[in-house]
């Protein structure tokens, strides 16, 4: 069974520099997260096509509600805030707590969003984009098939 992932480790992989906007929002309604992301990922593969495009998201629960953190360039942010701000939206919809500013900006905002953390017992209370962790270095592998002593007949 593999360790969690520190929260840090997730907040370091959504405020990733390379990006170009940030945003924060608490979503109100929520049932299923990962239907949302779906969502949102099938929404910008209709609206950008085949054209490459970048983002990495971050959620967590907390005190007050489901936050979900993202970045991304300014295309990707600009649909993602469209389509989680849309009022008609069927499955939720969200309050913007955070928008814009540097990637230091918005790593403080999310340490503070940290903070407000609260586990569900049992229940996945914390995931995003993938995080990169360090390379172990692999141990030499021994062969395990002995030679064959075995008289020749």
Not at 17 to 32: H, W
Not at 99 to 128: D, L
Request: proline share 5%; net charge positive; with cysteine.
């Amino acid at each position: 069974m593999s360790k969690a992932r520190a929260l840090p480790d997730y907040i370091n992989a959504v405020a990733d520099p390379t990006l170009d906007k940030y945003a924060a929002y608490r979503l109100v309604g929520c049932k299923n997260i990962s239907e949302i992301f779906y969502d949102l990922k099938k929404v910008l593969k209709i609206r950008l096509g085949s054209e490459a495009y970048k983002f990495r998201y971050f959620w967590l629960n907390t005190s007050i509600g489901i936050v979900v953190a993202f970045s991304g360039d300014t295309k990707v942010m600009e649909i993602i805030a469209n389509r989680l701000c849309d009022r008609s939206s069927h499955f939720t919809r969200a309050e913007e707590l955070h928008s814009g500013g540097g990637v230091i900006r918005f790593k403080s905002y999310m340490q503070n969003i940290e903070m407000m953390y609260q586990p569900i017992p049992r229940t996945r209370s914390y995931s995003g984009s993938a995080v990169q962790m360090k390379a172990k270095p692999r141990k030499a592998r021994t062969s395990s098939a002995s030679p064959d002593t075995s008289p020749n007949v």
